[in-house]
C-alpha cells in the first residue's frame, strides 16, 4: 500500500511538472495536428472560445493556442477574458488571414504570439516552448519586485494593524498609574472589558503572524498523502476559531461520499479554513454557515455559504490580492492581514483545483471550490 501511494505521488508530482497547453479550434483537424506537434505537454481541447473560457476556469492552464474565427465566442474575445482573468497566461493566435487590423486588436488584448495557418508543426513546438521561456522570466523579474513590495507593505500594514490596540492599552495604563481609575464606575468597567479585548485581539495577530510565517515558508511542492474529506472537512467547519465571536451562527454540514484524494493536508486545509473563518466572520449576529462537499465524478465540489454582509461587486475581482481586506460596512476597521484568500487560491491552483465567488451585498458569499479527483488507482 505504502509503495502504491509513494508510486502515485511519483507519477502526480511529475504529471504536474509538465505544462498544460489547452488548443483551440472548432476544427478537429486541425487539433489533431497541433496535439501530434505538442509531444511532452499535457495537451487539452476546446472546440469555441466558450468551452475554452470553461476548461480554463477549472485552472492549471498554462498556455492557450486558439483559432481567431469560432463559433459563440472567438478568438480575440476569448484573449481579452483570458487575460483579465490571469495576465501572465501565455495566448498564441492562430490566424490564416494576415490581417494587420486583426494583428493590432490581438496585441492590444496582450497576445503573447501569432502562428499563422497552414501550420508549420515544428515553427508551433518553437513558439509555444519559447513563449513559456519568456513567461517563466517575466515572472522572475515580477516576483523579485513584488518580493520588496511585499516586505514593505506588510511592515506598513503590521505597525497599522498593532498601532491601534496598543495604543488604547497604553493609554488605560498611564490612566491607571495616574490613578484615574473608579471601581464603583460603570464606564469604567466597560474599559476594562474593551483592552481586554483588545489585549486578546494581539494575541490573536501575533498567532496570524506567525501562522502566514509558516505559510511563506511552505510554498515548496506538495507533500501529497491519502485524504478522506468527509473527515476533513467536518472537523475544519466545528474547530475555527471564529466560533467565539458568533455564537449565534449555525454551522451546516452536507457530504457526498468521496473517494480519498491525494493532498498536502497542510496546504488544503489552511486554504479551507480561511474561506470558512471568512464565512463566519462576515456571518450577521444570527444565521447559517453552510459547508457542502459534492462528488462530480472526475472532481469534488466544494461550497461554503453564508447569509451575511456579502461584498461589492466592484470588490469582486480584488479580494484574492496580497493585503486586500473587505470593508462592506464601510468601518474602515477590518482586522486582519488581507493574506488567507490569497494564499487559499494558491494552494488550491497547486492541487490543480480553482476557487471561485459568488457574493451581493446584504445577501451573503458563496465560494466554490473544485479539486479535481486524483486517487492512488491514477498512477
Known amino acids: 500500500m505504502l509503495e502504491l501511494i509513494q508510486n502515485s505521488d511519483q507519477a502526480l508530482s511529475q504529471d504536474r511538472g509538465r505544462k498544460t497547453v ?20 499535457r495537451i487539452l481541447e476546446a472546440a469555441d472560445g466558450e468551452e475554452a ?29 483570458l487575460k483579465e482573468r490571469e495576465p501572465t497566461l501565455v495566448v498564441i493566435i492562430m490566424t490564416g488571414y494576415a490581417d494587420k487590423e486583426l494583428i493590432l486588436r490581438a496585441l492590444k488584448e496582450d497576445a503573447d504570439d501569432f502562428i499563422t495557418k497552414p501550420i508549420s508543426l515544428l515553427q ?41 490596540p496598543i495604543t488604547s492599552i497604553s493609554l488605560f495604563l498611564q490612566n491607571l498609574a495616574a490613578g484615574i481609575y473608579d471601581p464603583s464606575d460603570v464606564s469604567e468597567r466597560e474599559n476594562i472589558g474593551l483592552i481586554y479585548g483588545e489585549a486578546c485581539y494581539l494575541g490573536k495577530l501575533v498567532t ?18 491519502p485524504c478522506d474529506l468527509n473527515e ?22 452536507e457530504l457526498e461520499p468521496t473517494p480519498e484524494l491525494l493532498l498536502d493536508r497542510e496546504k488544503f486545509s489552511f486554504a479551507l479554513q480561511q474561506v470558512i473563518d471568512n464565512a463566519i466572520k462576515f456571518s450577521k ?18 461550497v461554503v455559504e453564508d447569509n451575511g454582509i456579502g461584498i461589492p461587486k466592484e470588490a ?25 484568500l490569497f494564499y487559499a487560491r494558491e494552494f488550491i491552483r497547486m492541487h490543480g483545483g480553482s476557487i471561485s465567488v459568488e457574493s451581493e451585498p446584504g445577501a451573503g458569499t458563496r465560494v466554490i471550490i473544485s479539486i479535481p479527483i486524483k486517487t492512488g488507482q491514477d498512477a
Open 22 to 41: 489547452l488548443i483551440v479550434d472548432d476544427e478537429p483537424v486541425i487539433r489533431d495536428l497541433c496535439l501530434r506537434a505538442l509531444h511532452g505537454y
Open 124 to 164: 508551433l513546438k518553437s513558439i509555444v516552448d519559447k513563449a513559456l521561456v519568456k513567461k517563466a522570466l517575466k515572472e522572475e523579474i515580477a516576483n523579485l519586485r513584488n518580493l520588496d513590495r511585499f516586505k514593505t507593505n506588510f511592515l506598513s500594514l503590521i505597525s497599522h494593524k498593532f498601532r491601534t
Open 53 to 81: 473560457l470553461s476548461i480554463f476556469e477549472r485552472g492549471g492552464i498554462d498556455v492557450i493556442l486558439t483559432d481567431v474565427m469560432m463559433p459563440k465566442m472567438d478568438g480575440l474575445e476569448l484573449l481579452k477574458r
Open 285 to 302: 449576529g444570527t444565521g447559517v454557515v453552510s459547508l457542502s462537499l459534492r462528488n462530480l465524478g472526475d472532481s469534488c465540489r466544494i
Open 232 to 253: 476533513l472537512l467536518p472537523r475544519l467547519l466545528v474547530e475555527s476559531r471564529e466560533w467565539g465571536e458568533k455564537r449565534e451562527v449555525t454551522p451546516r454540514c
Open 208 to 225: 496570524d503572524l506567525l501562522t502566514f510565517s509558516q505559510v511563506m515558508d511552505s510554498g515548496g511542492p506538495l507533500h501529497l498523502e
Open 316 to 340: 469582486l475581482p480584488k479580494i484574492f490580492e496580497k493585503f486586500y481586506q473587505v470593508d462592506a460596512e464601510r468601518t474602515g476597521q477590518i482586522r486582519g492581514f488581507g493574506l488567507g
